[in-house]
């Protein structure tokens, strides 16, 4: 059993169990299978299940044990009966398997098992680190491609670039796989070679490239930048893993050299994390002994637990947090201990609404899984939580109102970063209003609420495909292939470097260059008229796809960062943070 987690995990939205390899179930595994279910009805059965338990187990001690025995001896029974009985084949193992999930999946949505390769996995991200290679991909229409190497990795040395497309991994054909089957495989031990095989833009032939596995970190803090003269952003958008705070602090020391005397926190899509990253985070803004969340559980937090910021000098500069409707979990711990507080400002859109605690617990087998035992409250005693008792998980997940416009268009991701949350129906603060520092008044029960309400940018199909097609003409322009800009060839990754405005240029012949590419391509099913209607959105593109092929992903992430509506909204909300925190600092009730 490991430390208390907050965690929002991809197994929890339509998981589907691996196939392994078929062996025969032992007795001792049945027993282990039936003893976990047990377990689970038992001691967590009474968060989604109260109604069904609470007759028999109320009774008393002895009336639960029977209960108990009744369940293990109808689960060895069934196994029995399908074991004699099944026309065909029969994978216990995959059986025993969709059992527990099943059983976890009638508690609550966070609940879940996890196989050994999904379990191996959940450890590696919480250590922050993993065996691969280090390279961004994303995904287009006809395959998986490298969207850019990490610096100091393997494969930075050997020289993958942006837009190999990975056509082979180990001699097997990735041409049809998704880029979580390209991850899976090109995972593996460390010190072992993984052989790839891509298609480069400008090479007749296709390269290969034999890497051996290192240990790639995984950062949790993705961007961090001076996007403003004396204003800091901060993308902490992977999760709260072991390494956050660490690296928040680092980050922000880092800023200050450079100037930074305001900040923007940024934790859309993040997805949440280790319980103790979100105190050590929120600890850094707050002012020794303030309360940043409360804990009650069943067992160990039947008493509520508080957990107080440990700063011991915490910053004092104006902040705003940026949260979206993928904002989950221990990040929404900080949004709302800063919130509470009147520490800083909340832009963007409401939070997704998780207020349940998990902890992980290891079966045998290196299986595993994680247990709703506790529920957490903001500082001023707001339960986050949305309701989960009616509708199916994949409703709890996925946002169901077609009304709204479609998400912004897919950007690339870590190999092994987390999933990232579908967008989650729109719902309703049901919580009772808690007033807060300087007589702010906030409602629990749907997540955090912002301060300052932005949607992000409206995606729509032509941006989509305008999108698709600036990354297969940028795979051109950076080979050096199309006539007339061989200037754009990019011969190596110029790492940490902020580009500018004269870097890489959209000029209007660039612009016509990819009009040409577009009309000679029709499987971008576009036509010129809709790029020229969305010429600056053309052009974003563009110059976001040519820097990062130039000087790697976080540099063109800021490309689109530096005109995010959101991102824009929030430098313009820094000087009512700062006359926000003046008040909380200062006892000043606002009117």
Not at 206 to 215: N, W
Not at 306 to 324: C, F, H, Q, R
Not at 492 to 498: A, D, E, S, T
Not at 520 to 542: H, V
């Amino acid at each position: 059993m490991t430390e208390t987690v907050c965690y929002i995990s991809n197994v929890e939205v339509a998981r589907q169990l691996k196939d392994y390899r078929r062996r025969a179930l032992s007795r001792k595994f049945a027993v282990t299978a039936a003893i976990v279910i047990l377990a689970a009805a038992i001691f967590g059965g009474t968060i989604g299940s109260a109604r069904r338990f609470s007759s028999l187990t109320s009774i008393g001690a002895n009336k639960s044990y029977r209960v108990a025995d009744e369940i293990e001896r109808d689960y060895n029974e069934a196994i029995a009966t399908i074991t004699s009985n099944y026309s065909g084949d029969i994978d216990h193992e995959k059986a025993t398997q969709a059992a527990i999930q099943g059983m976890l999946t009638t508690l609550d949505p966070h609940s879940a098992y996890f196989p050994y390769s999904e379990f191996k996995k959940l450890k590696e991200d919480q250590d922050s680190r993993f065996y691969g290679i280090g390279v961004t991909i994303v995904s287009h229409r006809d395959g998986v491609y490298v969207q850019s190497a990490v610096e100091g990795t393997p494969a930075a040395k050997l020289g993958l670039k942006y837009g190999d497309r990975i056509l082979e991994v180990d001699g097997k054909d990735a041409r049809e796989w998704s880029s979580e089957q390209v991850s899976k495989n090109v995972r593996g031990a460390l010190g072992q070679p993984v052989t790839l095989k891509v298609e480069r833009a400008g090479s007749e032939t296709p390269l290969y490239f034999t890497i051996v596995r290192d240990a790639v970190p995984l950062l949790t803090i993705r961007n961090a930048y001076i996007i403003r003269p004396g204003t800091g952003y901060i993308g902490l958008t992977g999760g709260f893993q072991r390494s956050s705070d660490e690296e928040l602090v680092k980050a922000m020391k880092r800023l200050e050299e450079q100037g930074m005397r305001q900040l923007v926190l940024d934790l859309r899509g993040n997805p949440g994390g280790l319980l103790d990253q979100a105190i050590d985070v929120a600890s850094e803004f707050l002012p020794r002994g303030q309360v940043i969340v409360s804990v009650k559980g069943r067992t160990e937090y039947s008493q509520p637990f508080i957990y107080k910021s440990t700063g011991s000098d915490p910053a004092t500069l104006p902040l705003v947090i940026l949260i979206n409707r993928n904002t989950a979990s221990a990040s929404e711990i900080v949004a709302g201990a800063i919130q509470d507080h009147g520490r800083g400002l909340i832009v963007g859109e409401t939070s997704f609404g998780k207020g349940l605690v998990q902890r992980i617990f290891q079966l045998p087998f290196n299986t595993g899984l994680t247990l709703t035992t506790a529920r957490y409250y903001t500082p001023y005693g707001r339960s986050l939580q949305r309701d989960y008792s009616n509708g199916s998980i994949y409703d709890y997940y996925t946002r169901q109102d077609l009304s709204e416009t479609p998400p912004p268009p897919p950007g690339p991701r870590n190999l092994e970063s987390p999933l990232s949350l579908a967008s989650p129906t729109p719902h309703p603060n049901t919580g009772r209003g808690v007033q807060t520092a300087v007589g702010r008044v906030f409602y629990g029960g749907g997540g955090i609420t912002p301060d300052i309400e932005i949607k992000e940018l409206a995606s729509t199909p032509v941006r989509l495909r305008i999108a698709e097609a600036a990354f297969h003409f940028t795979r051109q322009l950076a080979a050096g292939v199309l006539p007339g800009l061989e200037s754009y060839k990019v011969e190596k990754v110029q790492y940490g470097k902020n580009p500018k405005a004269t870097d890489f240029p959209i000029t209007d012949r660039v612009v016509e260059a990819f009009r040409n590419y577009v009309r000679t391509r029709p499987e971008n099913q576009l036509q010129i008229a809709q790029i020229d209607e969305e010429l600056e959105f053309a052009k974003l593109r563009l110059r976001q796809e040519i820097i990062t092929a130039a000087f790697s992903n976080d540099a063109g992430a800021r490309v689109l960062l530096d005109s995010d509506v959101q991102v824009l909204r929030a430098l313009e909300a820094l000087p009512d943070a700062k006359r926000l925190a003046d008040n909380a600092l200062n006892g000043v009730w606002q009117g």
